[in-house]
Antibody
Framework: EVQLVQSGAEVKKPGESLKISCKGS????????IGWVRQMPGKGLEWMGI????????RYSPSFQGQVTISADKSISTAYLQWSSLKASDTAMYYC?????????WGQGTLVTVSS | DIQMTQSPSSLSASVGDRVTITCRAS??????LAWYQQKPGKVPKLLIY???TLQSGVPSRFSGSGSGTDFTLTISSLQPEDVATYFC?????????FGQGTKVEIK
């Protein structure tokens, strides 16, 4: 059974760094792209970027380029999304999803709250 | 970048009604179009990919059509459990932009 399990909710202060994770199981992790999607409170879905764990090829949305870093450790079948300096506007639910003709499997989401 | 525009932004229909949601791409994307359903407080769920292919396990009352720039998601007979927001997404090339969503409610 394909599963993507994300790390737990985070509460951070502005300016802090953060790395959240997404662990894949039940399929060959290195053979499928993994994407990240942001959903701000009460808003729609925003595609942030995507990584191919097999060779770490990464693509970013122009809206998120330079704002976040997407990475993966194929040895532990885990993808990451990280910030070096959080802002209050980063408060959102973040989903990872497996990419195979669109996003066919999704993680449960990680709620990130940034507040002073 | 290609923009995806959905219409309407919201709709209210009766149980049993036929519901149609449209998604327009600002440039041609062939059939690289997916539809997702997101129920309140839940994770998005893939309904349709390649514009018209139903994901396994999705009820047959859902269907998709279109190619190029204009696409449609149809619910043939709206059910109470279909209350949700529906998103289209293009995936021919990065960025895989989503539409802004269509909220479907029961009248």
């Amino acid at each position: 059974e394909v599963q993507l399990v994300q790390s737990g909710a985070e509460v951070k202060k502005p300016g802090e760094s953060l790395k959240i994770s997404c662990k894949g199981s039940g399929y060959r992790f290195t053979s499928y792209w993994i994407g990240w999607v942001r959903q701000m409170p009460g808003k729609g879905l925003e595609w942030m970027g995507i990584i191919y764990p097999g060779d770490s090829d990464t693509r970013y949305s122009p809206s998120f380029q330079g704002q976040v870093t997407i990475s993966a450790d194929k040895s532990i079948s885990t993808a990451y999304l990280q910030w070096s300096s959080l802002k209050a506007s980063d408060t959102a639910m973040y989903y990872c999803a497996r990419a195979y003709s669109s996003f066919d499997y999704w993680g449960q989401g990680t709620l990130v709250t940034v507040s002073s | 970048d290609i923009q995806m525009t959905q219409s309407p932004s919201s709709l209210s229909a009766s149980v049993g009604d036929r519901v149609t949601i449209t998604c327009r791409a600002s440039q041609g994307i062939s059939n690289y179009l997916a539809w997702y359903q997101q129920k309140p407080g839940k994770v998005p769920k893939l309904l349709i990919y390649a514009a018209s292919t139903l994901q396994s396990g999705v009820p047959s009352r859902f269907s998709g059509s279109g190619s190029g720039t204009d696409f449609t998601l149809t619910i043939s007979s709206l059910q109470p459990e279909d209350v949700a927001t529906y998103f289209c997404q293009k995936y021919n090339s990065a960025p895989w932009t989503f539409g802004q969503g269509t909220k479907v409610e029961i009248k």
